[in-house]
């Protein structure tokens, strides 16, 4: 039976690997790589730097276009939906077509695969469409927010105090309720505009274990925002694409 394995590569440093994911590694056939376009070529090249670095063995890394997502829907959730559907069926294709029936293939996971990523409902989403069959395994990797609290040499938490993690869409509604540290993924925007003056520190990142990291942090003033925003926005024209997350902490009493 065919093998898939989702494997963590951590937040851009080779050097993240676990031993675990290593092996892994040196186990598989066909490592399989959505493309996401010239603006985005740096995540293939990233992913092709650790193969050339870990893997031993012979192997073969077949690249699929990634499905094109609407970014301004009027239904948020059923155009995430869609999208999932569109590349649910690209993974079918790809494990059908490229993969023999007794081979390993892998899916090489920004950060952790269990954390604000889609391959694992992806790849559930395929076995239910029934048409392949194999059995997969999940190998963790060091996740985008560990990262960051490492670089800026923090917690992710205070003594005994509760840990939020959420996105930037979800934050503009407001602080969550009896939550002092929040973590912020998948914001498009800066929402911590909305937070200035508030006697909140943010410890913000981008490109994080990259050669291109960028680290800011401090107490959360208007002019820390906007420091923080025109760094986002240059950095982005910059490389054609970003990839940030930051913390927002309210010392606890």
């Known amino acids: 039976m065919r093998k898939i394995y989702a494997i963590g590569i951590g937040a851009g440093d ?36 650790i193969l ?9 890394v077949v690249l699929a276009e990634d499905p ?11 155009a ?3 999208w999932h559907a569109a590349r649910a069926a690209v993974y079918e294709s790809l494990i059908l077509s490229s993969l023999p029936p007794d081979g390993v293939g892998a899916f090489l996971v920004w950060g952790d695969p ?10 559930e989403a395929v076995l ?41 869409r979800r934050l503009a509604a407001g602080w ?7 973590f912020v993924l998948l914001d498009a925007h800066t929402t911590f505009d909305r937070f200035t003056s508030s006697g909140l520190h943010i410890f913000w990142g981008a490109y994080v274990g990259t050669p291109d990291e960028i680290l800011l942090s401090g107490p959360l003033t ?14 982005r024209e910059r490389h054609g694409w970003i990839m940030d997350t930051y913390l927002l902490r309210r010392p606890a009493p």
């Open 80 to 82: 995430v939906a869609d």
């Open 114 to 123: 269990s954390l604000y990523d889609s391959t694992i409902a992806l790849i």
């Open 68 to 78: 094109p997502r609407d970014r301004t829907p009027a239904d948020y959730r059923a």
């Open 222 to 235: 208007p002019a820390l925002a906007e420091e923080i925003s025109q760094t986002r926005a240059a950095a």
């Open 176 to 182: 969550p309720d009896g939550v002092d540290d929040v």
């Open 14 to 49: 080779p050097e993240h690997l676990t031993v675990q994911a290593i092996d892994r590694l040196n186990r598989v056939d066909v490592f399989f790589v959505l493309d996401k376009g010239a603006e985005k070529a740096d995540l293939v090249r990233l992913r092709q730097e």
């Open 52 to 60: 050339d670095r870990f893997v031993t063995r012979s192997y073969r």
């Open 128 to 168: 239910a469409r029934g048409k392949v069959e194999f059995e997969y395994e999940v190998v963790p990797g060091i996740s985008s927010i560990s990262a960051l609290v490492a670089r800026h040499r923090t917690t992710m938490n205070q003594i005994g105090r509760a840990v939020q993690l959420t996105t930037g």
